[in-house]
């Protein structure tokens, strides 16, 4: 992290797995959405680890409020650091075979731009 950044609050978040009730809860419980779902969180750093995807009813909602708030925390002096986890990885290399996700090739187009334009980190190993 960058020198200015020091003494800002952090709040990281991981494994959503499209449980998007429950994320929200997990961010208005932190202070950083209000009732409308919009970014209150101030100059608030959150960090998401990845793993938004796979398993639950809500994996398209939940990478779109993360997009969401990305965007919102931008324009207010937040920042939203988007990591991709394993279930991310395996939807880039079309291996996801998430039944809650039947646009799994268009999500994968989303987020391979985001990682081009610098909107979503991204880590790969082979090890």
């Known amino acids: 992290m960058k020198a200015n950044n020091l ?16 994320f929200r809860t997990i961010l ?9 779902i919009n ?4 100059d608030t750093i959150l960090v998401q680890t ?12 939940s990478v ?3 997009r969401s708030l990305q965007e919102q925390a931008h324009r207010v002096g937040g ?18 075979l998430d039944p809650n996700l039947p646009s ?4 994968s187009e989303v987020i391979r731009k985001e990682i081009v334009q610098g909107k979503v980190c991204a880590a790969w190993t082979d090890v």
Request: glycine fraction near 12%; include cysteine; aromatic fraction near 4%.
């Open 28 to 36: 208005s419980d932190a202070k950083l959405v209000d009732s409308s």
């Open 79 to 96: 920042t939203v650091v988007r990591l991709l986890g394993n279930h991310e990885l395996e939807l880039l290399k079309e291996r996801c």
């Open 7 to 22: 003494g800002k609050r952090i709040i990281v978040i991981g494994d959503v797995h499209g449980e998007y009730e429950k």
């Open 50 to 61: 990845g793993d938004m995807i796979d398993r639950g009813p809500k994996s398209i909602e």
């Open 104 to 107: 799994q090739n268009q999500l």
């Open 64 to 66: 779109g409020l993360i």
């Open 39 to 42: 970014w209150i969180g101030s």
